[in-house]
């Protein structure tokens, strides 16, 4: 590596007395290891007949059974999803919706009713589902700031919540940035045979949330005092660490279309119940066409409701058996045995030409 | 220090026929004239203290070869790193993450960047490092110099200045480029030994001037004064131009009197010098070049891989910022939660252009990661960690020498896994440069009953031939009435691979038998004094004496065993001297002009010892092919004794001297058969008359200057060496190095085609291609050279040299066309054809217009033997295969004749052996034997080119894997840049989570053991034919990343959509879908590489499964940082995921999904098309090899490539010939005997 170094100094190295090369020589010899020499023991594990099936039938017994236990939870999921965009805007207004959702005089109060389909077990968690609503977009992703959300002393740290960052007279907006200013601002009132039902806010979000991230002393501040108004409001007398709707609400979701934990009901559902809602429809997601939908369900140990997790489950546990057959087959009509030298490249092809492949 | 005190003392001035040139040329030789640039240096000697000053400042002795040092290292080492495309972009990426275009955090950017160019730059600094301590060494050696007053105190080297007085030792290196002044020999001259600069090994005579020769004590030294005019510092080692002006006196100098550092004192107890140039000026420094920087052939497919890679990544940017300006213009306005009236220009749907091109230069960041920046990196490393494994192999160990093999540049590993042809120096190489004594012819008697080495491989050859045909024979019956008749077949071919063996092990013996080194003759005719029985006793004593006194050799005393050491120019002589020694002429003594020879057996029985006082040298050079002495011996009489070339010699016998000439030609074509070097012997005597007439003439052409001195020279020195009267010849045998015949067996059976390029003459390469199995009986030789006559017609009647010239040019022509013809009609599957041409015809075949047809005969030609080849040629040559065929090649030598050779194919190596350094220091690798080439080649090049190509195969696999799924999310981000990622994750992810798998895939992956590479030499055609980098297996690769891409991310999407991912109701935000899909992304590749590797040590496993643990360590760890810092991913493994069983389902199926169809496909190729690596590895596996020791043997011996040369060949040609023969005897009884061999 070192035409020039080695040179001068290589050969010097030799000039010493016999009896002191012939020392230096035996040292240069490589010293035995099974290391050095890539002797060490190895397992070099092959793939024959035995190992492909009984990989391919593993696979198959494990994710069957996998994927009927959790096709079997989430059939057991009960979800109720109620679209009310639309209907929730009174008919005179539905060629300009958006007239009707930024206007401070129209009635935004909607009640709604429908049947729950099957018993549902409490908890009852209550979602809210926003569509084309790009929570992900890099511009809106950034628009926070973690550390005034921590801590009071770090209030006027908005340098990354531009454009939400400082009111008109330069004092800091808490909390500040784009995803706490479209705070989603719908309301959910429900009643069963005009009893009404508590909405649990308990829990919703979560516990590192609320204890590490938004801290309890620090209070909301200048929010939505500018000209322009987002979403809800916040309650200046409230920390944020118990403002558990901006706190999931903050939690970005990965794709357009997304359910946030709303509440949940802790009373049981039963079958054929008719359940009224009540709608505050305040949130503007008319001039981008989403829709605004309201979601009850049930969980499972998977979550709610999931059918494709069973379902591929069951597809790749199949299709792993399906090529277990195969490979047995296909063994059992052409056997190759294992190890069988007619099948070296040499003997296939004896004119002495190679084919790999 | 006692042989330097035997010696002291003496003239030998008159020994060496240079010296013959001071006398009366101190005052005849005018001192150079010259000024102007480029001799402007004037050293005061004696004086360093005036040098220590501008304007006489010259340069310090402390030398460095460091690239660097410690102030430029940093600026210097950067830019070397960023000179790498690669490099250069992410750099470039890493300066824009400090801007708000950035999808990443800076540090995410910067950190694996940082990471690998500060890993690159260490690497970098470590070597640096050590040629700063290798320099240091030298530098702080000590040195005795004048410190004034007569006084000599030791100094470090670097502290030596221009014009100091240095006292040197034996066997010490001088210090600097100095100026001989005197030595312990009376005369003023010093034996120096040369062979770091130019590789050569024997000793070189320097002398001082005459007017210093009395400075030879340390107490003279008190008040020297001399200044020098010379030359400025210049590479030319054979040169030096200067004048020496001492006591008002202007003598001119000349290369003999300078000692070059880095040559060593030999023979010479000690010499005064005064320093000239010194560190970075002296001649060894100044010649010091770096060698050309090669690359692999797999280095530069993957540039072009990491192009397409590049051209994918500006697509998929360009797609994404289209498709985000056009989201920008027409949908951004109804987005009023990013508030698109208020923004900045790279989100203004007013000006969604703009912002398409910053979002270019986001997505062009984002998608970065297709690129591995830690590709370059990680192939440096296991790179040098094969060079290791190759340094420390112990099979490559050479005791003799003491030398391991060396991987000097580690970025060729894997090309020696796919050479095609093999260039060959011959002498050093495939022999030994080590001559012994065998036989000799005298007075027309042939002497010597020893066999060479080619007689015996005959002899042994013969042997298993004839055996072959008994078991044949013996075998043709059952073989007639056995079903499977190619058990017989195989049976055959074991044995000869037995045979081969017992030739090796034989052959090892006999190396043991020999006790005298450079004697291997046997005849007792002439052993123990007996040749003064013969007939021709006279004859042969002076044979004898030929030998003893005609040389230039400087005997040693040997003080362990008593005897004489020979320090002789080239190793025949010393076999000369040596062969005389045992016959009773012992060589004892040297004076500047004498030769003391003692005498044994002659008549009286008691040694005398004879002077031999030697009035004229005429060198040997390789123009004159002879070499001559005119000697006085103690009767007065005046002899000329002269050896050469047999054909110059002929040519100048007397009309009497031809007495046994047509014995001795007889003589000389046996040897020359045995693959022998021979010499021919002949004398003249002189009368004294005629040898002073003679001898004035040579004293007048030798002090005469001009530029016709030499051919002046040349012509006296003619005119003496005519009429001479033949003695004899002498035959010795050049070595084969041991186990070359094997060594090209094995080569040539692992598909390799082997081209020898020798200085020799053509008999000579002939003999040795002869014995390394290159050539055999029944192989057509093709022989092309200038037809002598063409050339003595046209001579005569042509005397334009053009037509001359044009002629020979057109008859090499016709011959290379027609033989190009013989070959193509060749209906003889097994024909095989040798081309042997010289250097005289090369020079017209590798003419542009000729050279693709010359090339395409060669490559035709199952062995290609170029003999007479000038150094300039063999590059050439090297050159022209490497470029026509398009092959990678291989350089092999030992001189610095081979270094042309050896720089110029696309991988050098270099015997170290006794030839000195050159060829090494121009190597990619070094090697201590010929041998060791096949383990250098078959084990390690198979499995470095394995372990390259499946490294950078996984290493683009995994980043395209990783990087799409960026590309997809983005489509669900309206292309804003987002990446699901946290920053630390995709900093960690080539950086940390998979780089030490794929690290350890490349240094201990072995497809098969490394005794089983070379049991099944056809393995390594899997390299040349390029089957694991193909475009095939790239793009498969590159599909099956684009495969987990999809899989990874649309599997992930769908599983967490958009309801609650756990039973406590939370859905899934983009942290939990993010670090979710980074899981599956961990587990999948590393359980990827976990399918490729065939070959699980503990690190391996340690790796693989190291980092999938790592990356849930990491997380963990990560998540209990602070949540500013952590972010959304505080908390995110113990609190949302791991708890969640949906998280570890999803992390299953998406691994299982993603390896199934590499396992179905692995499966399949495994059970339908296996290659054979497979089918041996199941072998082993099943221990079948120690079950079926038959059948493991018999597929040993078949596994080899169809070949033409080697010792298998041979045997395969005769077992053909037999079952030819057989067949023809059987074919009208027994029709259903196949011939499954052929």
Redesign the interface.
Same mark, same amino acid.
């Given at each position: 590596?070192?035409?020039?170094?080695?040179?001068?100094?290589?050969?010097?190295?030799d000039?010493a007395?016999d009896p002191a090369a012939a020392r230096?020589?035996?040292s240069?010899?490589?010293k035995?290891s099974r290391f050095?020499?890539?002797e060490?023991?190895?397992?070099?594990?092959?793939?024959?007949?035995g190992w492909?099936i009984s990989?391919f039938i593993f696979?198959g017994i494990i994710?069957i059974p996998?994927g009927l236990a959790?096709l079997f939870a989430s059939e057991r999921v009960v979800?109720i999803v109620h679209r009310y965009d639309t209907d929730c805007v009174p008919a005179s207004y539905r060629n300009d919706m958006l007239a009707y959702i930024q206007s401070n005089e129209t009635n935004k109060t909607c009640t709604r009713t429908f049947l729950v389909p099957k018993q549902m077990k409490s908890?009852v968690?209550i979602?809210y589902?926003l569509d084309n609503?790009?929570q992900?977009?890099?511009?809106?992703?950034k628009s926070r700031s973690?550390?005034q959300l921590?801590s009071r002393a770090s209030e006027n740290d908005t340098s990354s919540c531009?454009?939400?960052d400082v009111t008109a007279n330069k004092s800091a907006i808490v909390p500040c940035g784009?995803i706490a200013?479209?705070l989603f601002n719908d309301t959910y009132g429900f009643s069963v045979n005009n009893t009404l039902l508590g909405v649990s806010k308990k829990?919703?979000a979560?516990?590192?949330d609320q204890q590490?991230?938004f801290g309890s002393d620090v209070y909301p501040k200048n929010f939505q005092s500018g000209g322009?108004i987002?979403?809800a409001k916040l309650n200046s007398s409230i920390p944020l660490s118990q403002q558990v709707d901006l706190i999931v609400w903050m &939690?970005?979701?990965?794709? %357009?279309? +997304?359910?946030?934990?709303y509440g949940?009901i802790e009373v049981d559902l039963e079958a054929n119940t008719e359940l009224t809602v009540v709608i505050e429809n305040n949130y503007?997601t008319y001039?981008?066409?989403g829709k605004k939908k309201l979601v009850l369900?049930t969980?499972?140990?998977?979550?709610?409701?999931?059918d494709?997790?069973g379902i591929?489950?069951i597809t790749?546990g199949g299709?792993?058996l399906f090529?277990a057959i195969s490979?047995l087959l296909?063994?059992i009509i052409?056997p &190759?045995p294992?190890?069988? %030298?007619t +099948?070296?490249?040499?003997?296939r092809n004896?004119a002495?030409?190679?084919n790999?492949? | 220090m006692t042989r330097g005190r035997i010696r002291a003392k003496l003239r030998q001035s008159h020994l060496y026929t240079f010296t013959c040139f001071r006398q009366g040329t101190a005052d005849a030789e005018a001192p150079h004239s010259f000024d102007g640039p480029g001799f402007s240096r004037i050293v005061y000697c004696n004086q360093p203290q005036v040098h220590s000053k501008k304007p006489l400042y010259y340069t310090s002795n402390n030398?460095s070869?460091?690239k660097y040092n410690i102030i430029t290292f940093l600026p210097k080492a950067i830019f070397e790193q960023f000179r790498r495309v690669a490099n250069l972009y992410f750099l470039l990426a890493a300066i824009l993450s400090l801007t708000p275009v950035a999808?990443f955090s800076a540090v995410s950017m910067i950190a694996p960047l940082a990471f690998v160019v500060g890993l690159s730059m260490a690497k970098e600094a470590l070597?640096d490092w050590?040629?700063f301590i290798?320099?240091m060494?030298?530098n702080t050696?000590k040195a005795s110099i004048h410190k004034g007053n007569g006084v000599f105190g030791f100094k470090p080297w670097q502290r030596i200045r221009v014009g100091d007085v240095v006292k040197v030792e034996k066997?010490?290196?001088f210090p600097a480029d100095l100026l001989l002044l005197s030595s312990s020999y009376d005369d003023g001259i010093c034996y120096v030994e040369t062979?770091?600069l130019d590789g050569e090994t024997n000793l070189k005579v320097k002398r001082s001037l005459e007017v210093t020769l009395p400075l030879d004590d340390d107490g003279t030294f008190n008040d020297f004064r001399a200044t020098i005019k010379c030359e400025d510092p210049n590479p030319s080692l054979y040169t030096f131009v200067g004048n020496f002006e001492y006591e008002r006196q202007v003598y001119p100098l000349d290369p003999s009197q300078i000692l070059l550092?880095?040559s060593?004192l030999r023979n010479t107890a000690f010499v005064y010098g005064v320093v000239i140039f010194t560190g970075h000026d002296s001649k060894?420094?100044q010649n010091?070049?770096?060698?050309p920087s090669k690359r692999s052939r797999i280095e530069r497919k993957m540039d072009q891989i990491i192009y397409i890679l590049f051209t994918l990544l500006v697509v998929i940017s360009l797609i994404s910022s289209i498709g985000f300006a056009v989201k920008t213009k027409y949908?951004m306005p109804?987005?009023?939660?990013?508030?698109p009236n208020?923004?900045?220009n790279?989100?203004n749907p007013k000006k969604p252009a703009l912002s398409g091109i910053f979002h270019l230069v986001t997505a062009l960041i984002l998608y970065g990661y297709l690129i591995p920046i830690s590709l370059y990196v990680s192939i440096e490393v296991v790179k040098v960690l094969q060079a290791?494994?190759i340094?420390?192999?112990?099979h490559m160990?050479d005791?003799e020498?003491?030398?391991?093999a060396q991987a000097?540049?580690?970025n060729l590993n894997e090309e020696l896994g796919q050479v095609d042809t093999i260039l060959s120096d011959k002498t050093g190489t495939l022999t030994c440069n080590q001559m012994d004594f065998l036989k000799c012819s005298i007075a027309g008697s042939a002497y010597g009953s020893g066999s060479s080495e080619v007689e015996l491989a005959a002899a042994k050859q013969m042997a298993i031939d004839l055996e072959e045909q008994g078991n044949e024979l013996s075998n043709f019956p059952m073989h007639k009435n056995s079903t499977g008749d190619s058990w017989n077949n195989t049976s055959a071919l074991g044995a000869t691979e037995i045979e081969l063996e017992t030739v090796v092990t034989s052959k090892d013996e006999k190396e043991h038998k020999h006790v005298i080194k450079g004697f291997s003759f046997e005849d007792i005719r002439l052993m123990g004094g007996n040749w003064s029985k013969e007939p021709n006793a006279d004859v042969i004593e002076l044979f004898l004496r030929i030998l003893a006194v005609c040389h230039t050799a400087i005997p040693e005393r040997n003080e362990e065993i008593g005897g004489f050491n020979y320090e002789a120019e080239s190793p025949d002589e010393g076999s000369f001297l040596v062969a005389a020694r045992e016959f009773g002429f012992e060589f004892c003594k040297r004076t500047h002009t004498s030769v003391h020879v003692r005498e044994r057996y002659v008549s009286s029985g008691q040694p005398v010892e004879r002077e031999y006082q030697i009035l004229n040298l005429l060198e040997f050079t390789s123009k004159r092919k002879r070499m001559s002495v005119i000697v006085r011996d103690e009767d007065g009489q005046i002899f000329l004794l002269c050896k050469g070339a047999d054909s110059i010699i002929f040519d100048r016998l007397a009309k009497n001297g031809r007495m046994y000439e047509e014995a001795t030609t007889r003589h000389l074509n046996e040897y020359g058969e045995s693959g022998l070097r021979t010499l021919a012997l002949a004398y003249k005597k002189l009368e004294e008359s005629e040898y002073s007439a003679w001898n004035s003439e040579f004293m007048k052409a030798k002090t005469s200057i001009g530029p016709d001195r030499d051919a002046m020279l040349e012509r006296v020195s003619d005119a003496m060496e005519r009429e001479l009267i033949l003695v004899g010849a002498t035959a010795v045998e050049d070595k084969l190095q041991k186990g070359v015949p094997q060594c090209i067996d094995k080569l040539a059976q692992a598909g390799l085609k082997l081209w020898v390029l020798t200085g020799d003459k053509m008999e000579t390469a002939i003999n040795i291609g002869f014995a390394c199995s290159l050539l055999r009986q029944g192989m057509k030789q093709i022989c092309i050279t200038v037809n002598p006559d063409v050339q003595t017609q046209d001579g005569k009647e042509n005397l334009l040299l053009f037509t001359t010239d044009q002629a020979v040019k057109e008859n090499i022509l016709m011959q290379i066309t027609n033989n190009s013809q013989m070959i193509k009609l060749e209906k003889d599957p097994h024909a095989a054809f040798a081309l042997i041409i010289d250097g005289k015809t090369l020079e017209h075949a590798l003419a542009d217009d000729m050279k693709h047809q010359f090339l395409g005969l060669a490559v035709d030609c199952a062995s290609v033997i170029c003999c007479r080849v000038s150094p300039k040629q063999k590059a050439l040559v090297t050159r022209l295969v490497k470029e026509g065929t398009g092959k990678t090649t291989l350089a092999i030598g030992d001189g610095a004749n081979d270094v042309g050779m050896i720089q110029e194919a696309d991988i050098g190596v270099g015997i170290s052996g006794v030839e000195g350094?050159q060829a090494v220091?121009?190597s990619d690798f070094s090697i201590a034997q010929f041998r060791f080439l096949e383990r250098l080649l078959v084990v390690h090049g198979h499995?470095c080119y394995k372990r390259i190509a499946q490294m950078i195969c996984y290493f683009f696999y995994k980043n395209i894997a990783f990087g799409l799924t960026l590309f997809y999310f983005e489509a669900?981000?309206?292309f804003?840049?987002?990446s699901?990622y946290d920053d630390w994750y995709m900093l960690l992810f080539n950086v940390i989570l998979t780089s030490l798998p794929v690290i350890s895939l490349g240094v201990?992956e072995?497809d098969v053991s490394?005794e089983v590479c070379l049991q099944f030499p056809?393995l390594y055609?899997?390299g040349p034919?390029n089957?694991f980098f193909d475009w095939y297996r790239i793009f498969g690769w590159m599909g099956n990343g684009l495969y987990t891409s999809l899989i990874i991310f649309f599997?992930n999407?769908?599983?967490?959509?958009?309801?609650?991912?756990?039973?406590?109701?939370?859905?899934?935000?983009?942290?939990?879908?993010?670090t979710t899909m980074f899981t599956c992304i961990i587990c999948a590749v590393n359980c990827q590489i976990a399918l490729t590797m065939?070959?699980?040590?503990?690190?391996?496993h340690l790796f693989v499964w190291g980092s999938i643990t790592t990356w849930y360590i990491f997380l963990l760890l990560y998540g209990m940082t602070s949540?500013?810092f952590s972010?959304?991913a505080?908390?995110i493994l113990v609190?949302?995921l791991a708890p969640?069983?949906?998280y570890w389902?999803?992390t299953?199926?998406v691994i299982?999904?993603c390896n199934?169809p590499y396992?179905?496909h692995?499966?399949f190729q495994?059970?339908?098309?296996?290659?054979?690596h497979?089918?041996?590895?199941?072998?082993?596996?099943?221990r079948?090899d120690v079950e079926d020791q038959y059948?493991w043997t018999?597929?040993r011996s078949?596994?080899?490539?169809?070949t033409k040369i080697g010792f298998s060949a041979r045997v395969d040609a005769k077992i053909r010939q037999l079952r030819g023969k057989l067949q023809k005897k059987q074919s009208p009884t027994a029709t259903n005997v196949q011939t499954?061999l052929s």
């Open positions: 590596m070192d035409p020039n170094g080695g040179s001068s100094s290589a050969g010097a190295a000039g007395s230096r020589r035996h240069k010899k490589p035995y050095t020499q890539q060490l023991p190895a397992c070099k594990p092959i793939l024959t007949p492909v990989s696979v994710f996998i959790s979800e908890p968690y979602y589902q609503f790009y992900n977009h890099r511009r809106y992703v973690d550390k921590r531009d454009p939400e784009l200013w479209s829990n919703i979560w516990k590192s590490h991230k322009l987002g979403g &939690r970005t979701a990965a794709l %357009p279309t +997304f359910r946030k934990l949940k503007n001039s981008f066409g369900s969980t499972s140990w998977i979550g709610g409701k999931n494709f997790l591929a489950y790749l299709l792993s090529l490979f296909i063994y052409k &190759r294992l190890g069988d %030298p +099948f070296l490249s040499w003997n004896p002495g030409h190679f790999f492949n | 030398i070869t460091t999808p070597e050590r040629r290798q320099d060494k030298v050696r066997d010490q290196f062979m770091n550092r880095d060593k060894v420094m010091a070049t770096q060698s949908q109804d987005w009023w939660y990013l508030q208020n923004t900045t790279l989100y290791t494994f340094n420390q192999d112990i160990y005791e020498t003491g030398n391991t000097r540049t580690s350094m220091m121009a499995w669900f981000t309206g804003s840049g987002q699901v201990f072995q490394s056809a055609q899997q034919r089957l599997l999407i769908i599983i967490f959509y958009d309801q609650a991912f756990r039973s406590a109701g939370q859905t899934a935000d983009m942290s939990a879908v993010g065939s070959h699980f040590t503990w690190i391996q949540p500013l972010g959304t505080y908390q609190e949302a969640a069983p949906m389902c999803a299953l199926l299982v999904t199934l396992l179905v692995i499966s495994r059970s339908f098309n296996p290659m054979d497979h089918i041996i590895q199941e072998i082993k596996y099943y079948k059948m018999r597929e078949k596994a080899r490539q169809e499954p």
